[in-house]
């Protein structure tokens, strides 16, 4: 596994390391014409990084480490404003749009607490797909099965590999229905889907006003929830594991189990073996509202009216350059009227009374992140039909707890060798922290039955 943050901060602390050689050699994984850098990043900080490293090894030396990311290399998503770039969001659509006036609040936060940003990441054209294929900059091939060339997961396709090929100690993405917990699900990765408003999101270019979040991709859960903290302006404290003992987990028996293949079905069984052992009162429950998420969403759902409102002006004037997977979508959302668009708000606000109601009496939902391994590449791309069922079967399970406004995070539950598989816990709104508690607690228990 890749190493965590909190080990390479106690590396910089005792002076085993330094920031300028972490710095080095994440930059040099990220130029190896052998590897994948030339498809994970748009936009490598070279000079920048190397100078900013120097920096914090000199306020480490003088005793000023500024948080627990002090030093250490990140990536961004190329969705945030960065002062004097061009913000492209995976898309040659904006090559001619004003650079940016001023940093977005996640990267000044960032910024501020010593995190390197060592480059922008590739991802989904305008981050809609859940599938991470960019015919404009290529697509990262997921560190499992190169050979085969499997698709990393989107949109923040990049933000992944930038942290399995050791190129970033970790990564910041956004998700709008699972963007950064399906590819850290398919590239064997912790990543976070916090509450959405307890992270800002100006300076960031939107899919979908009502569903975006930012969050973080990274080796563990504790990773993530210091990234988090770091995100949300909240203190810069751990939570402590949950107990597992008499913990109680709800499983829904709606929607999110159909369509699994076999080596999700058997990491989640084996999964959810594991957590009864370990004392925790798992529950199927039936959680019927998932089965309207369809009707509701019928024509055409939040992403699709809220990306057109932003993307109509772009599209007259380049239009031909976006990917054509990509603008289709986008422009469904012409059709929704504004009496169509009030019908959704009512509808979702009744569905997440409705699920919340139904999760009172459990510690959070655990479900598989995505019910598929990672699929070729090749066949994707060859195949409209083929692209688009795929894309809705791994954004499906994800996507209804951005719909709930809650908070999510998938940990690895495959075993080693294997393709990676996530496993989903889950909550409403505001369990940000619980969620977290017990996530690291699942996560301590997989890797103590993996070691025997």
Known sequence: MTETLTALSAALTERRTTSAALTEAALARASDKAGEGARVFTRLYADRARLAARASDDLRKAGFPRSPIEGLPISIKD???????????????????????????????????GAVLVGRTNMTEFAFSGLGINPHYGTPLNPFDRATGRIPGGSSSGAAVSVTDGMAAAAIGTDTGGSV?????????????????RVPRDGVVPLSTSLDSIGPLAPSV??????????SGEAANIPQPAALDGLRLAVPQTLVLDGMDAAVAAAFQAALSLLSRAGARITEIPLSEFGSIGTINAKGGFAPAEAWHWHRALIERAGPRYDPRVLSRIQRGKDMSAADYIDLLTARAAWIEAVEARLAPFDALIMPTVPIIAPAIAALQADDAAYGATNMLILRNPSLINFLDGCALTVPCHEQGSAPVGLMIAGAGGQDRRILAIGQAVEQAIAAAQRG
């Open 222 to 231: 504790a990773c993530c929830a210091i990234l988090d903290a770091v995100l």
């Open 181 to 197: 917990r399906i590819p850290a699900a398919l590239c064997g990765l912790a990543g976070f889907k916090p509450t959405a408003r």
């Open 79 to 113: 969705l945030f404003d960065v002062a004097g770039e061009t913000t492209l969001a995976g898309s040659v659509a904006l090559d001619d749009a004003p650079p940016a006036e001023t940093d977005s609040p996640v990267v000044k936060r960032l910024l501020a607490a």
